[in-house]
Protein backbone atom coordinates (compact mmCIF):
# COMPACT_ATOMS: atom_id res chain seq x y z
CA UNK A 1 0.00 0.00 0.00
CA UNK A 2 1.06 3.68 -0.70
CA UNK A 3 1.92 5.22 2.45
CA UNK A 4 -0.94 8.88 2.93
CA UNK A 5 1.70 12.21 3.28
CA UNK A 6 0.22 14.04 5.86
CA UNK A 7 1.83 16.71 7.65
CA UNK A 8 0.15 17.28 10.18
CA UNK A 9 0.77 13.53 11.54
CA UNK A 10 4.69 12.21 12.73
CA UNK A 11 5.17 8.93 14.17
CA UNK A 12 8.17 7.78 16.38
CA UNK A 13 9.79 4.40 16.12
CA UNK A 14 11.07 2.38 18.90
CA UNK A 15 14.50 0.06 17.87
CA UNK A 16 15.64 -2.67 20.14
CA UNK A 17 18.76 -3.04 19.50
CA UNK A 18 21.51 -5.34 21.34
CA UNK A 19 25.10 -5.11 21.11
CA UNK A 20 27.29 -7.79 21.46
CA UNK A 21 31.06 -8.76 22.77
CA UNK A 22 32.75 -7.08 19.84
CA UNK A 23 30.47 -3.92 20.26
CA UNK A 24 28.42 -5.23 17.10
CA UNK A 25 24.78 -3.50 17.49
CA UNK A 26 22.18 -5.86 16.21
CA UNK A 27 18.58 -4.97 15.59
CA UNK A 28 16.07 -7.25 17.36
CA UNK A 29 12.97 -5.54 16.37
CA UNK A 30 11.37 -1.89 15.16
CA UNK A 31 8.12 -1.00 17.40
CA UNK A 32 5.63 1.36 15.79
CA UNK A 33 4.23 2.21 19.09
CA UNK A 34 7.06 2.50 21.99
CA UNK A 35 6.24 2.07 25.31
CA UNK A 36 7.00 5.64 27.39
CA UNK A 37 6.84 3.85 31.15
CA UNK A 38 9.49 4.26 32.59
CA UNK A 39 11.35 1.81 35.32
CA UNK A 40 14.54 3.35 36.18
CA UNK A 41 15.43 7.44 37.03
CA UNK A 42 17.95 7.39 33.67
CA UNK A 43 14.90 5.14 31.42
CA UNK A 44 12.59 8.48 32.68
CA UNK A 45 15.24 10.99 31.35
CA UNK A 46 16.23 9.44 28.62
CA UNK A 47 12.20 9.22 27.15
CA UNK A 48 11.82 12.91 28.45
CA UNK A 49 14.29 14.33 26.46
CA UNK A 50 13.32 11.87 23.53
CA UNK A 51 9.59 13.28 23.71
CA UNK A 52 10.73 17.08 24.19
CA UNK A 53 13.11 16.75 21.06
CA UNK A 54 10.05 15.18 18.93
CA UNK A 55 8.17 18.39 19.72
CA UNK A 56 10.99 20.60 19.13
CA UNK A 57 11.35 19.05 15.72
CA UNK A 58 7.42 18.88 15.06
CA UNK A 59 5.78 21.80 17.09
CA UNK A 60 6.57 25.53 15.53
CA UNK A 61 7.52 27.88 18.40
CA UNK A 62 4.51 30.30 16.72
CA UNK A 63 1.70 27.37 16.98
CA UNK A 64 -0.23 29.45 19.00
CA UNK A 65 0.03 32.72 17.23
CA UNK A 66 -2.04 30.34 14.04
CA UNK A 67 0.13 31.56 11.17
CA UNK A 68 2.87 28.85 11.72
CA UNK A 69 3.82 26.48 8.37
CA UNK A 70 2.87 22.40 9.20
CA UNK A 71 4.95 19.81 9.36
CA UNK A 72 8.43 19.73 9.91
CA UNK A 73 9.41 22.02 7.01
CA UNK A 74 9.15 24.65 9.11
CA UNK A 75 12.41 24.15 10.79
CA UNK A 76 15.71 25.06 8.79
CA UNK A 77 17.76 23.34 11.51
CA UNK A 78 20.31 19.92 10.58
CA UNK A 79 20.24 19.29 14.25
CA UNK A 80 17.64 19.47 17.04
CA UNK A 81 18.14 17.87 20.51
CA UNK A 82 19.23 14.57 19.94
CA UNK A 83 17.63 14.39 15.90
CA UNK A 84 19.77 14.40 13.15
CA UNK A 85 18.12 15.71 9.85
CA UNK A 86 18.85 12.92 7.43
CA UNK A 87 17.09 13.72 4.14
CA UNK A 88 15.48 16.87 2.96
CA UNK A 89 13.02 16.21 0.13
CA UNK A 90 12.48 19.62 -0.61
CA UNK A 91 16.08 19.89 -2.00
CA UNK A 92 16.50 18.37 -5.88
CA UNK A 93 17.21 15.00 -5.60
CA UNK A 94 17.03 12.59 -8.85
CA UNK A 95 16.18 9.51 -6.96
CA UNK A 96 13.44 11.23 -5.40
CA UNK A 97 12.52 13.17 -7.88
CA UNK A 98 11.65 9.97 -10.14
CA UNK A 99 10.34 8.11 -7.25
CA UNK A 100 7.45 11.30 -6.75
CA UNK A 101 7.06 11.33 -10.23
CA UNK A 102 6.08 7.81 -10.92
CA UNK A 103 4.62 6.72 -7.79
CA UNK A 104 2.42 10.37 -7.67
CA UNK A 105 2.60 9.64 -3.90
CA UNK A 106 2.87 13.56 -3.11
CA UNK A 107 4.36 16.62 -4.02
CA UNK A 108 7.58 17.83 -3.68
CA UNK A 109 6.07 20.82 -1.81
CA UNK A 110 4.27 18.77 0.50
CA UNK A 111 7.13 15.86 1.30
CA UNK A 112 8.08 15.90 4.78
CA UNK A 113 11.61 15.95 6.00
CA UNK A 114 13.30 12.93 7.55
CA UNK A 115 14.73 12.63 10.95
CA UNK A 116 16.70 10.25 13.21
Known amino acids: GVMVNDKRCFE ?8 DHNVKPWLVEVNASPSLTTTTD ?3 LLKT ?12 PNLQEGGCKQGASWNPAQHV ?6 LDE ?7 DSKFAS ?12 WR
Open 90 to 96: SLPNPIL
Open 81 to 86: GGYDLI
Open 12 to 19: CYGYDILI
Open 103 to 114: KKIGSKANAPKY
Open 42 to 44: EDR
Open 49 to 60: KMINDTFAVVVP
